[in-house]
Nanobody
């Protein structure tokens, strides 16, 4: 498995979760961009947060100030810390890595459900 996402689950509104995406070594080293996307039922997949190999980050407006993307270059892992979760954050979350000349790689998705 090249990208393995984990950490999803059910949480109450206002709660927190941390998603992890373990990436195989060569893909992690050679990818210039990694990110988290999500897809809610009936909706298109949308970008949530991106991080470059230099550590620059960007976020969807809907998650700014609540979510934080980070990467661990030793563990070859990308994280998404999600705080102050809302019901509208409910979705399947996917991690992605973009490798020059090789295209995109996707993880299998992890379900996040925010509900009381």
């Amino acid at each position: 498995v090249q990208l393995q996402a984990s950490g999803g689950g059910m949480v109450q509104p206002g709660g927190s979760l941390r998603l992890s995406c373990a990436v195989s070594g060569s893909i992690f080293r050679e990818s210039y961009l990694m990110g988290w996307y999500r897809q809610a039922p009936g909706n298109q997949r949308e970008v949530v947060a991106l991080i470059t190999n230099g550590g620059s980050t960007s976020y969807a407006d809907s998650v700014k100030g609540r979510f934080t993307i980070s990467r661990d270059n030793v563990k070859n892992t990308v994280y998404l810390q999600m705080n102050s979760l809302k019901s509208e954050d409910t979705a399947v979350y996917y991690c992605q890595a973009v490798r020059p000349g090789r295209g995109s790689y996707w993880g299998q998705g992890t379900l996040v459900t925010v509900s009381s």
